[in-house]
């Protein structure tokens, strides 16, 4: 609404509208200042325009993968470091006291079951085939149950040190180093138990700074049955309205 | 209108006018007859209800929501989402009215600004109650917290729609003002500003659309027709509202709205509906010829996946009625029957809700990044304060037509009564008295 | 002057002059009054953010970002940090901060010939990492797959039966701490990072809670604390890490840190140590004699989505 003593301008109002009982509304569009002065407010703007769509586009284009701080330039292993004093690395093996025995159903002095070393027996009976098979045993071991592909008694056993093992070139190998006899065949899985990728350990990975304890392929794997066992897995996520998954599959 | 000849305006300054100017918007408010004053109570109940619910969440936890690790985003980033593209589309007025100089469209621009602010309000809203931790978030602001700009397109959302609040504020403020006073406006003080919120509505649906796009663990999102998607659908969506208050502001307040501006929209219209359409048939064309597991979230939200089917019977009636809204808005009948006209703006802005809404955010969550299937649906904490925001905005909305309208049509101005210092002042009594006819007659 | 409904006034405009000319209505008094209860109605809305906001101390809420932190800063937030999680949880716990070490680069590796999903893993993370015990949160999710098959849409991480099946295999993930990370991208406010030596880190107190990251992530790594976390006092771990396994607040996110508070002093993460069949590899990448070392250059090493271009720290293989 324009005063009447307003000097007077052709510049219509953008608000100017006519409505029930209103005064006079002003229409003509006379072109006047605006058209006049023309570009100089229009630049300003497209200018603002553009400005805003370049960096938009340049900051978006500054969005792509970026590549992270240079880790490896400040931030090398120092092989001085390895040179550090390394805590050791343990090999438990489970259960035993380094030595076979057989176990018999009976309580020993300890109270444990005792363990009937091997040369009780193997010292008076004449020594087992190299090809004799647990289902042929007639006395003691009958309980044993051998899934252990085509071995025999005489693959891992033999005179004359029989709470020993025995490797295939007939040398003798602790229980504790049982890894060495195993590794003859399963030389792959050796290999990767060797450098940590078999096996699990417990402790630091950095033995700089503490030791480590790994344990022997028996702990898991029982020699005459070495199939992994099966276990029943600890109870799955509880999460938010998630189901047990339906069978449907996609064709 | 003013019988009596009033000081010259140019005389008194700003720090006087200005705040006579807000005190009576502020009192055009508030101030009306019984169906005024029933709608602003029921909108402030619902608000109310909605603050009671988002209190408790923040108090008490997201975990009253359905959101899950799965689905994370549920029903507010469906609606902010949804909420960004009518603010972008409100402003779709402003293009007709200054870059094609078309007359007709400056009387309504005004409305398209003010859709454009409740809706900015509602969006802001609708990202807050979705923050776990709403205290912290004095950590967004630049300078105080930390703001990972321009890495973030969450920032650049910031920084668009904080602005286009801004930006439509002033242009309605200064427009409004001026008016109020009875001056010109001055076009160096708003056309530079309208032309930049004609890019700047395109930026904000833009960003928003960048912030899902450019995620590429979500491949329902990461195609880039996404951001063409949401303008599409904003340029549909905002003008069906613009139409359909634009007759509420016909049959309810004494201003004239006239033809013009209405059919200009319906055309608009008639071109982004069908637009939308084929957008969203090139982005079904893509995902089920090509198939494989790239498309699983699109097969999760068309036909159903594995069983779950929750979001199947929404996504075709938002189909069926934007298809169904574009039809009619295509026949004669949307420019001479209001009634088919409104009828379709209410199913396309419907529809777009539907699609734009949950028919986009859901569909990316389901199935997870490493294919599990959870489904969401919103809990009654989540409608609550869903419905409360829009009451709000509804309530903004309401308010800046109810304060415009008086301004615009001329009927509020200023008089320009001068400070009481001056020699020339009216009498207190003489003040008084006029002051108390005036309250007398309301 | 005319009012809205357009009646015209007697005089001027009575608004014009000072408000305490005025002479107050019945209706203004009524208005007023409406307003006055709209805004008790208000507070009255919003208390139970007042009974929750007492529960938060000044100190958290003006707490800076972890990287502005001195010395002495930080050493008040793990004191507030030990003394919250003793008034909330009843437990006595030691928070630490050990930084990232020059030379090392954390890499994980796993053997899936060996996994037999077991979850041992996932329930070592769950309690080393102090997870809400009604959900059974872990940071670990194990996939059973189909053998000949990486499409994890035929994976089910809900299975619940003996393993390992005959004809299946077990996958799982966890956080892939990647070089290129879409999560660091995304967040608004720098609440997540990469540290030096390769992990991905949350500032817990920082985080706003906005779970952009949880939608950026390719490998469904991110948690959110949905609740406050609930853990009985006894089986609280008190061994913990300011950017790893103290007990997270409501609302934030948290994620997988390989065990940063044990990695950073040399030890191996609870996940590793938990593995029966030794499936998990983990060490210092820059170390040229580490496991980890050795099965990248002996192993048929890949990753999960290596398309995205993540660039992760995990590493699967088979052994035959």
């Keep these: 609404m324009k005063d009447p003593g307003e000097s007077r301008t052709s510049e219509p109002d953008p608000l100017a509208h006519r409505s029930r009982g209103a005064g006079p509304v002003r229409r003509a569009d006379r072109g006047g200042r605006w058209a006049r002065r023309g570009s100089a407010p229009a630049a300003a703007s497209a200018g603002a325009a553009w400005a805003l769509g370049l960096t938009l586009a340049v900051a978006i284009a500054a969005c792509g993968p970026h590549e992270p701080p240079a880790l490896v330039a400040a931030n090398t292993w120092s092989p001085a470091a390895a040179g550090a004093a390394q805590h050791e690395v343990v090999v438990r093996h489970a259960g035993q006291s380094g030595r076979l025995g057989l176990e018999v159903a009976a309580r020993g002095p300890s109270g444990d079951w005792a363990r009937v070393p091997c040369a009780t027996c193997h010292t008076l009976l004449a020594p087992p085939s190299p090809a004799q098979r647990v289902a042929g045993v007639s006395e003691f071991h009958t309980g044993l149950r051998l899934r252990h592909g085509e071995l025999t008694c005489g693959s891992c056993h033999g005179a004359p040190d029989y709470a020993a093992l025995r490797l295939a070139d007939g040398r003798d190998v602790q229980p504790a180093d049982v890894m060495t006899l195993c590794g003859q065949c399963h030389g792959s899985q050796r290999r990767d138990w060797e450098h940590g990728a078999h096996g699990g350990m417990r402790g630091h990975w950095d033995l700089t700074r503490g030791p480590r304890e790994r344990q022997t392929c028996t702990a898991c794997h029982d020699p005459h049955a070495p199939a992994f066992v099966g276990m029943n897995p600890a109870p799955g996520p509880r999460d938010r309205f998630q189901g047990p998954r339906t069978e449907e599959h996609h064709d | 209108m003013n019988p009596t000849k009033p000081t010259p305006v140019h005389a008194t300054p700003h720090r006087v006018s200005y705040p006579a100017f807000l005190w009576r918007l502020a009192s055009l408010a508030t101030d009306g007859k019984l169906p005024f004053y029933a709608w602003m109570t029921l909108l402030t109940a619902l608000t109310l209800v909605g603050a009671n619910a988002w209190a408790h969440q923040v108090a008490g936890g997201m975990h009253v929501t359905g959101m899950s690790d799965h689905v994370s985003w549920g029903l507010y980033i469906a609606n902010f989402t949804f909420m960004v593209g009518v603010a972008a589309g409100g402003v779709l007025m402003v293009i007709p009215a200054y870059l094609y100089r078309d007359k007709k469209m400056h009387d309504v621009v005004i409305f398209g600004e003010l859709v454009a602010v409740a809706a900015i309000v509602m969006a802001l809203a609708f990202v807050v109650v979705d923050l776990g931790r709403p205290d912290r978030f004095w950590h967004m602001l630049p300078g105080i917290g930390r703001f990972n700009w321009p890495v973030s397109m969450l920032t650049w959302d910031v920084i668009v729609l904080n602005g286009y609040l801004f930006l439509n504020l002033h242009i309605l403020g200064y427009l409004l003002y001026t008016r109020f006073l009875g001056k010109p406006p001055d076009p160096r003080w708003y056309k530079p500003f309208v032309i930049l919120s004609i890019v700047w509505a395109i930026s904000i649906h833009t960003v928003t659309a960048f912030l899902y796009s450019g995620l590429g663990g979500r491949p329902f999102w990461n195609t880039a027709l996404l951001a063409p998607r949401f303008l599409a659908s904003a340029f549909v969506s905002g003008p069906a509202f613009l139409i359909l208050m634009l007759y509420a502001i016909r049959r309810f307040t004494p201003f004239k709205v006239e033809d013009g501006p209405i059919h200009t929209l319906v055309k608009i219209v008639r071109v982004t509906a069908i637009l939308n359409v084929f957008l969203l048939l090139s982005e079904v064309f893509t995902a089920f010829y090509t198939g494989g597991t790239h498309s699983a979230s699109a097969t999760y939200l068309f036909f159903g996946l594995h069983g779950h089917d929750a979001l199947v019977p929404w996504i075709w009636t938002a189909i069926a009625l934007n298809v169904t809204a574009a039809i009619l808005f295509l026949g004669r009948r949307a420019l001479t029957h209001p009634l088919v006209l409104g009828a379709a703006c209410v199913m396309t802005f419907v529809g777009v809700w539907i699609e734009k809404g949950m028919g986009l955010i859901t569909p990316a969550f389901v199935p997870s990044t490493m294919h599990e299937l959870v489904e969401y649906a919103p809990s009654l904490a989540e409608w609550k304060i869903t419905v409360g925001i829009w009451a709000l905005g509804l309530m903004v909305l309401t308010v800046a037509i109810k304060v415009a309208i008086p301004v615009l049509t001329g009927q509020v101005t200023y008089t320009g009564a001068p400070a009481p210092a001056r020699a020339d002042a009216p009498e207190p009594a003489a003040a008084a008295a006029r002051a108390e006819e005036a309250g007398m007659s309301r | ?320």
């Design chain 3, 1 to 320: 002057m005319t009012d809205e409904q357009g009646r015209p006034a007697a005089g001027g405009d009575g608004h014009d002059g000072s408000i305490w000319d005025r002479r107050v209505s019945r209706r203004t008094v009524a208005k007023v009054g409406a307003g006055m209860l709209g805004v008790a109605a208000f507070g009255r809305a919003l208390a139970p953010l007042t009974e929750w906001a007492e529960s938060l101390s000044m100190d958290e809420f003006l707490q800076r970002h972890y990287k502005e932190l001195t010395p002495e800063d930080m050493a008040a937030v793990i004191a507030r940090v030990e003394a919250e999680t003793k008034r909330d949880y009843g437990a006595d716990v030691t928070v630490t901060d050990t930084k990232a070490q020059d030379g090392v680069q954390f890499g994980y590796a796993l053997n899936l010939s060996v996994c037999i999903g077991c979850r041992k893993c996932v329930e070592a993370c769950h309690l080393e990492n102090n997870h809400d015990r009604a959900t059974n949160n872990s940071y670990i999710r194990v996939f059973e797959m189909d053998k000949g098959s990486l499409d994890f849409e035929r994976g089910d991480a809900t299975y619940d039966h003996p393993v390992p099946q005959p004809d299946k295999f077990y996958l799982p993930v966890q956080c892939q701490q990647c070089d290129n990370p879409p999560c660091v991208s995304v967040c608004p406010v720098e609440a997540t990072w990469k540290e030096q030596d390769g992990v991905v880190v949350v500032d817990y107190d920082w985080c706003i809670g906005c779970r952009y990251c949880e939608a950026a992530c390719p490998y469904h790594a991110r948690r959110f604390n949905w609740k406050r976390p609930e853990i009985p006092a006894a089986e609280v771990n008190p061994n913990q890490g300011y950017l790893s396994n103290r007990i997270r607040p409501q609302g934030v996110m948290e994620k997988c840190t390989f065990c940063l508070h044990r990695t950073r002093q040399g030890r191996l993460p609870a996940c590793l140590e938990a593995c029966p069949t030794g499936a998990r590899v983990f060490g210092n990448l820059l170390d040229p004699s580490s496991e980890i070392r050795w099965v990248l250059a002996n192993k048929r090493v890949f990753v999960l989505k290596e398309e995205l271009g993540t660039r992760p720290r995990f590493f699967y293989f088979f052994d035959k």
